[in-house]
């Protein structure tokens, strides 16, 4: 894909096979311009994406599906819950098209994977950051995406509670079989969580395999940039 | 104080704004979530009863809903008598004219809504409509209770529309602002008085009910 979002300029052509990849890349690199495009939520001058064999966007044959059809969710550092309605609410907001029961039976199970239960019947201005985060989460997850796009989201945590949830989060993501992208500028995130880290470096694709491969040379290509050993070896 | 002039004001302002919120409020939503340069086209044709004379309005409707147009003797047909002189036709020219005062609070409410809710909701499957009507409208209630008093007391006070297509005929077209002049050209000035009170009472309890019941709640956790 192949957009430009002022003066900068995002080029990538890649592939990702592991049920969690991890776009890392330092402030600027292009992670949330590249996981907004695969969303949907912005269009490219070129683009040609798919998931699971079926095409989302197409700019050759003038195809983009709109956000909400491409069975993608995302979760991004602003929690962004609608502030007019309550936890519960929000989590079911994105499953219209279940009955009743059904929805609030997602909906219990949801809040409940994100510790989120005692919350339900509150608003968004009674959360901590933490607390909507994982409230962001929730709803993300409830329609059962085929595709979770995390943006920085564990920023509000702190790092035991981030723990926690990333590990039950996994957890439920494998039995779900559900595919997983990761953007963060934190390489503790990249090796804690990947399979496999993308390295994004001013709109390019710099690298792409295994975590402890890839930051290792980004350490090595670090150290000398700066003309100092790696240390961290 | 001409009772039936009153009642019909009411009525004529009313029915204009259920139908001007009915229409503005999805036009704001283009408005605002639309991309496209015709945007900006639109947006400008939505404004223009603000610049346009009243007469100037009142004049090209008057003419189009009028027998020497295709659109006139079609509605003709369609209704059994002429849009112009009728309350039909005021609510045609009321719409129009007080189109601006229903759109732009919209759109400033719709706009200042945050980008990353909608982007969410967009996420989670909502298309325009549902959109609209769970994110936008609930998320920007004073711009539409802003709305709906605007058009509302616009319509009120409208003149020189009412008088080129409505004429002045009681019970169908005179409403409280014809009535007004017609006092005043007869020298009747307490009658005038009352009239003009009447309006200026309108306008106060509709502007108090916008700027009371649309006041947001003081948190009083502090």
Not at chain 1, 47 to 69: P, Y
Not at chain 1, 169 to 186: F, N, P, V
Not at chain 2, 17 to 40: E, N
Not at chain 2, 112 to 137: F, K, N, Q, T, W
Request: aromatic share 6%.
């Amino acid at each position: 894909m192949e957009a430009r979002r002022g003066g900068f300029h995002l080029q990538v052509e890649c592939s990702f096979a592991s049920e969690w990849t991890v776009i890392f890349g330092p402030s600027g690199a292009g992670k949330s311009t590249l996981l907004r495009l695969l969303a949907g939520l912005d269009s490219a001058e070129r683009a040609k994406i798919a998931l699971d064999g079926r095409v989302l966007t197409d700019s050759a044959q003038r195809l983009a599906l709109k956000a909400g059809q491409r069975r993608i969710s995302m979760v991004a550092q602003q929690p962004a819950l609608f502030p007019h309605l309550s936890v519960a609410a929000n989590v079911a907001y994105g499953l219209a098209g279940l009955e009743r029961e059904s929805r609030n039976a997602r909906v219990a199970e949801m809040l409940e994977l994100v510790d989120a239960t005692s919350l339900e019947s509150r608003r968004p201005r009674e959360l901590s950051g933490g607390e909507a985060q994982r409230v962001a989460l929730a709803r993300a997850l409830a329609p059962l995406p085929r595709l979770l796009l995390l943006d920085e989201p564990f920023s509000a945590l702190d790092g035991k509670a981030s723990d926690a949830l990333l590990e039950r989060l996994q957890l439920w993501l494998a039995e779900h079989r559900m595919q997983t992208i990761l953007a963060t500028h934190d390489a503790t995130d990249a090796l804690a969580t990947a399979a496999e880290v993308a390295l994004l470096r001013e709109g390019r694709l710099a690298a792409l395999g295994p975590a402890a491969e890839v930051l290792a040379s980004e350490r090595e290509r670090l150290s000398r940039k700066l003309g100092t050993p790696n240390l961290l070896r | 104080m001409d009772w039936q002039a009153f009642v019909l004001t009411l009525k004529l302002a009313s029915v204009t704004t259920a139908i001007l919120l009915a229409v503005a409020v999805p036009l704001a939503a283009v408005l605002v979530l639309g991309r496209g340069r015709w945007l900006a086209a639109l947006e400008a044709l939505a404004a223009l009863p603000l610049v346009l004379p009243p007469t100037v309005l009142g004049f090209f409707l008057l003419v189009l809903l009028g027998p020497r147009t295709a659109i006139g003797r079609g509605i003709t047909v369609l209704l059994g008598h002429p849009l112009a002189f009728s309350f039909g036709g005021l609510v045609v020219g009321s719409v129009i004219y007080s189109l601006p005062f229903a759109v732009q609070p919209l759109v400033a409410g719709f706009a200042a809504v945050d980008p990353a809710l909608v982007d969410a909701a967009r996420l989670l499957g909502a298309g325009p409509p549902r959109l609209v009507a769970s994110l936008l409208v609930p998320l920007a209630r004073r711009s539409l209770l802003a709305a709906a008093v605007l058009s509302f007391l616009h319509t009120v006070g409208e003149f020189g529309v009412v008088l080129m297509l409505g004429g002045d005929i009681p019970g169908a077209t005179r409403t409280l602002s014809i009535v007004l002049y017609n006092e005043v050209e007869n020298f009747d000035y307490s009658a005038a008085g009352r009239t003009a009170a009447t309006l200026l009472g309108l306008s106060v309890v509709a502007l108090a009910a916008i700027y009371l019941g649309g006041r947001p709640k003081r948190d009083r956790r502090g």
